[in-house]
C-alpha cells in the first residue's frame, strides 16, 4: 500500500511523516521536490502467532509505503501551486493523506482549516481540469475523422470535465477510477482521502470534534473520505519512545494507540483492504488483498503462475486454525475446505494454493 502525504507548507506534513514512519528521518531525498519514503511494517497478531506455530525461515508482514510530498507552492512558484514534477509523484499514490493545520503559527499565521483544505482541493480539480481538456480536444478531433471505437472515452471525458469544471472532485464520478478509458490517468481528485486534522496541544476535543463535522459536512456527497486527527508534535516523539514509554505517554493523552497503528487501520479501511495469510515453514506471510477479490486474483497476488495454473485453494480462517491448534487438527474437524477460483477472499484467510504449470 502506497499513501501520499499531502498539504501546504506549515501543515506539520513532515512531522505527520515521521509520526507515521515510526520516527525515521528524511535521508533520501534528493531534491527538493523529491518526495521522502518510508516503509513500515504492518503490526499484526495473527501474523506473530503463526509465525510462532510455525518456525519459519522468514517472516514477511504487509508493508505501508509513505511519501511525504513536498507541499503546494514549493517551487517557489505562486502560493497554492503544484508543480508537475510533484504532481507526478503524487499521482503514484493510491491514497492520499491530506495534512490540515489546526493550529496558530509564527510562520504561517492563524489556523484556517477549512481554507487550506479547500486550496489543495482546487489545486487538485485543475491539474485534473487541464488533463481532461487536453485529452478531451485530441480525442474531439480524432472521433470527427471517424473513429467510432473512441465514442466511449469521449463521453466520459465531456462528462469529467463538465464535474471538474463545476469545482468539484472526480471522487464524486465512479468511472474515474474504474473505467479502463480513464483510470490510467490517476487522477487525483478521484484519489481516496484521509483528513488529518493537524492540532496542536491547546486545541480542545471539542474543537477538534467542530472541524471534523465541518469537513464532514463540505464532503458529504463525496465517496471515499474518511477523516482523523492528531497532535503531529506529540505522536512524532511517540514514535521514538521505547514500548514501554509510548504506553505511558499515550494514557496521558487518553489515546488507546499511536498514530502509526490508527492511520494505518484507517487506510486499509478507505481502501477497503483485507488481508491473508500464507504459511509453512519456509515462509509465514501477510498479504493485502482488495475486499471482494476471488481466489484465483488472490493467487496470482502470490504469483503469476499461481493463477495462470489455478486448480483449487485450500482455505481454513485464523480463528479456525487457532482454535484448533495445528492444519491437522483443522483437518480432522473438517474446517479446512476446498474452493475453486471464484470463491470470495475473506480477511483473516489461510490458504495454500494448488496450482500446476
Given at each position: 500500500?502506497?499513501?501520499?502525504?499531502?498539504?501546504?507548507?506549515?501543515?506539520?506534513?513532515?512531522?505527520?511523516?515521521?509520526?507515521?514512519?515510526?520516527?525515521?528521518?528524511?535521508?533520501?531525498?534528493?531534491?527538493?521536490?523529491?518526495?521522502?519514503?518510508?516503509?513500515?511494517?504492518?503490526?499484526?497478531?495473527?501474523?506473530?502467532?503463526?509465525?510462532?506455530?510455525?518456525?519459519?525461515?522468514?517472516?514477511?508482514?504487509?508493508?505501508?509505503?509513505?511519501?511525504?510530498?513536498?507541499?503546494?507552492?514549493?517551487?517557489?512558484?505562486?502560493?497554492?501551486?503544484?508543480?508537475?514534477?510533484?504532481?507526478?509523484?503524487?499521482?503514484?499514490?493510491?491514497?492520499?493523506?491530506?495534512?490540515?493545520?489546526?493550529?496558530?503559527?509564527?510562520?504561517?499565521?492563524?489556523?484556517?482549516?477549512?481554507?487550506?483544505?479547500?486550496?489543495?482541493?482546487d489545486e487538485m480539480i485543475l491539474s485534473d481540469f487541464a488533463i481532461v481538456e487536453k485529452r478531451l480536444e485530441r480525442v474531439s478531433k480524432d472521433a470527427q475523422k471517424g473513429r467510432k471505437d473512441l465514442a466511449e472515452e469521449l463521453s466520459l471525458l465531456?462528462?469529467?470535465?463538465?464535474?471538474?469544471?463545476?469545482?468539484?472532485?472526480?471522487?464524486?464520478?465512479?468511472?474515474?477510477?474504474?473505467?479502463?478509458?480513464?483510470?490510467?490517468f490517476a487522477f487525483l481528485s478521484a484519489k481516496p482521502q484521509l483528513l488529518l486534522i493537524n492540532s496542536g496541544e491547546n486545541k480542545t476535543k471539542a474543537e477538534i470534534d467542530r472541524l471534523r463535522t465541518e469537513l464532514r459536512e463540505i464532503t458529504a456527497d463525496q465517496p471515499n473520505i474518511t477523516i482523523d486527527s492528531l497532535n503531529a508534535d506529540a505522536e512524532a516523539e511517540i514514535a521514538r519512545l521505547s514500548e514501554e514509554d509510548a504506553r505511558e505517554f499515550l494514557d496521558e493523552l487518553e489515546l488507546e494507540e499511536g498514530a502509526k497503528e490508527r492511520i494505518i487501520k484507517k487506510s486499509f479501511e478507505l481502501l477497503n483492504y483485507i488481508v491473508f495469510f500464507t504459511a509453512?515453514?519456509?515462509?509465514?506471510?501477510?498479504?493485502?488483498?482488495?475486499?471482494?477479490?476471488?481466489?484465483?486474483?488472490?493467487?496470482?497476488?502470490?504469483h503469476s503462475d499461481m493463477e495462470r495454473g489455478f486448480i483449487?485453494?485450500?482455505?481454513?480462517?485464523?480463528?479456525?486454525?487457532?482454535?484448533?491448534?495445528?492444519?491437522?487438527?483443522?483437518?480432522?474437524?473438517?474446517?479446512?475446505r476446498l474452493e475453486g477460483r471464484d470463491y470470495l477472499i475473506k480477511d483473516g484467510d489461510i490458504i495454500l494454493f494448488r496450482f500446476n504449470v
Open positions: 500500500m502506497k499513501l501520499g502525504i499531502i498539504g501546504l507548507p506549515g501543515s506539520g506534513k513532515t512531522t505527520v511523516f515521521r509520526a507515521l514512519t515510526g520516527g525515521i528521518e528524511i535521508t533520501d531525498r534528493k531534491g527538493h521536490l523529491e518526495p521522502a519514503l518510508g516503509v513500515v511494517k504492518v503490526s499484526d497478531p495473527r501474523l506473530d502467532w503463526l509465525a510462532d506455530h510455525y518456525k519459519p525461515k522468514k517472516i514477511t508482514p504487509v508493508h505501508v509505503e509513505y511519501m511525504d510530498i513536498p507541499g503546494v507552492g514549493s517551487e517557489g512558484k505562486a502560493q497554492h501551486s503544484i508543480s508537475d514534477k510533484i504532481l507526478a509523484h503524487t499521482r503514484t499514490a493510491e491514497a492520499l493523506v491530506h495534512c490540515i493545520r489546526f493550529y496558530d503559527s509564527a510562520m504561517s499565521g492563524a489556523a484556517n482549516p477549512i481554507s487550506d483544505y479547500k486550496a489543495v482541493e465531456k462528462e469529467a470535465y463538465e464535474i471538474l469544471e463545476q469545482g468539484k472532485p472526480l471522487r464524486i464520478f465512479p468511472p474515474a477510477v474504474e473505467s479502463d478509458k480513464l483510470k490510467g509453512g515453514e519456509p515462509e509465514v506471510r501477510a498479504w493485502q488483498l482488495q475486499n471482494g477479490m476471488s481466489a484465483v486474483k488472490a493467487a496470482g497476488t502470490v483449487r485453494a485450500e482455505v481454513v480462517s485464523y480463528d479456525d486454525f487457532k482454535a484448533a491448534g495445528s492444519l491437522a487438527a483443522a483437518h480432522k474437524v473438517g474446517k479446512v
